[in-house]
């Protein structure tokens, strides 16, 4: 999902064109043999011209049974994992028909978890420069940038392989949230540069 955030108000991008090779339909998570890239498969709407609320998710593969296990076995004995499990394990049972709708209600749900009670709110049509008075995040956050923005260094937190690999940056929002509960919140303002 890309975000335009302006204090405590995100806007969704829900205009925009499937962007392939974007973290809309991945992430990465530590497990125990290093960074595991979890992509969810799209049913239609992989072409860059479908409008993101169109795109569908596919179920012909047992992704989220897969996902799940992934997940279990990469933070299974991370400090909070038993405090969101039963919360987190709808978001791989339930189907989601919808790409856009399946990334929402995680959004929801993390922003919930870590604390954030600021608004959402979606765009009504698609603009090519946000306002001048907003951070546009859409181009940032994605895997073919391999520096960070100039103003976000992730603040190291213990994580469940550090001993293995060393803290492991650029990883899902889960990996915070399983690792640190609550306190994700002020990790990620610790992250940000002044």
């Known amino acids: 999902m890309a975000l335009v955030w302006n204090q405590q108000v995100f806007t969704l ?11 809309r339909n991945r992430c990465h998570i530590a497990g125990p043999n290093g960074v595991q890239r979890l ?23 047992p992704w989220q049974k897969l996902h ?34 399946y990334n929402l209600e995680l959004l929801r749900f993390i922003f919930q978890k870590i604390g954030y009670a600021g608004e959402i709110h979606f765009t009504h049509t698609y603009k090519l420069k946000s306002e001048a008075s907003s951070n546009d995040f859409r181009d940032v956050v994605s ?28 990883l899902s929002v889960l990996d915070l949230l399983f690792c640190c509960g609550k306190q994700g919140g002020v990790v990620l303002e610790r992250s940000k540069k002044q």
């Open 143 to 170: 895997p073919k940038n391999t520096a960070p923005p100039s103003w976000f260094q992730a603040a190291p937190y213990p994580q469940v392989f550090t001993e293995r690999h060393g803290f492991l940056g650029d």
């Open 68 to 101: 799940w296990r992934s997940i279990r076995t990469a933070y299974g004995n991370a400090p909070y994992f038993e405090h969101y499990v039963d919360e987190l394990a709808p978001f791989f049972e339930k189907r989601f028909p919808f790409l856009f709708d």
């Open 39 to 61: 992509s969810l498969p799209l049913a239609q709407g992989k072409h860059q011209q479908t409008p993101i609320r169109e795109v569908r998710l596919a179920y012909d593969l």
């Open 13 to 23: 991008e829900a205009c925009e064109h499937y962007q392939k090779g974007s973290y």
